[in-house]
């Protein structure tokens, strides 16, 4: 299973995407369950399994910051080289590639490549059956995702990605949504848009300098950006020195 925003269609919709609504004439999965486990994405075992189906196995990230490109004091660095870009991210903050655990940086799936999850330090030790808005909502949790959005897909009213945001030497958009969930009266997974939601969503789109490797033969990646989507409690530091600014503006496409 795919985590790629393409034509319209959501193949995995994010977390935040999801709760809100965001995208147009896409229904929202029950928030409240637990993500389905991933592929395990490893190196073939047999030699003569040919150099295609090696090249579709190998995870290509790089935990090595290159000369002349730096993260601040004990954050951590992480080079997503299929989708070109590289981030920094705090001490603390983990990948969810196979929610509820956490997934050490060699060992990410080569699909989660195409949809990264960081969740801040709050997430972890990561509760059995517990899901990315349980650890959200009960422990004050930022989700962040990292997702390709292809051209020809379309965001709703409430939240269209259009204020400048200047990250490592390029122009993003962004916008910002809150909304609320569950609640006295209200069935777990019921979502409600409201400007004084308990919850709050992120989303910044980012131009991409290369066309991003494929992970299925045949999509069409020309044109693509870098989509950041997050959510967090609305009580949380979203201000523009927040860790979580920090983290998107050194957001880097190469």
């Not at 040919?50 to 935990?63: L, N």
């Not at 930022?142 to 259009?162: A, M």
């Not at 609640?183 to 979502?191: E, L, N, Q, R, T």
């Amino acid at each position: 299973m795919r985590r790629l925003l393409r034509w319209g269609l959501v193949l995995i919709i994010p977390l935040g995407l999801a709760l809100s609504g965001i995208i147009s004439g896409q229904s929202a999965p029950h928030a409240d369950k637990p993500n389905p486990p991933q592929e395990t994405a490893q190196p073939s075992a047999d030699p003569s399994a040919g150099a295609a189906q090696s090249s579709q196995m190998t995870v290509d990230s790089s935990s090595q910051a290159p000369a002349g490109v730096s993260c601040p004091t004990d954050w951590a660095y992480f080079d997503n080289q299929r989708l070109h870009y590289s981030i920094c991210y705090p001490q603390g903050w983990g990948f969810a590639d196979n929610a509820p655990q956490t997934t050490p940086a060699s060992a990410l799936s080569l699909q989660s490549l195409y949809g990264l999850r960081l969740m801040s330090n709050q997430a972890f030790p990561w509760p059995a059956n517990a899901s990315a808005i349980d650890r959200v909502r009960g422990a004050s949790t930022t989700e962040l995702e990292l997702l390709i959005l292809q051209q020809g897909v379309s965001f709703s009213r409430s939240c269209t990605p259009s204020q400048p945001v200047a990250i490592s030497g390029s122009t993003g958009k962004s916008c910002e949504y809150r909304f609320d969930m569950g609640g006295a009266g209200f069935p777990s997974d019921d979502i409600r848009s409201s400007s004084q939601g308990a919850f709050y969503g992120l989303l910044v789109t980012i131009p991409l300098k290369q066309t991003p490797l494929q992970e299925t033969p045949g999509d069409n990646l020309t044109g693509a950006q870098l989509l950041i989507s997050v959510v967090q409690l609305n009580s949380s530091d979203h201000s523009p020195s927040s860790t979580l600014w920090r983290l998107i503006t050194l957001v880097r496409p190469y």
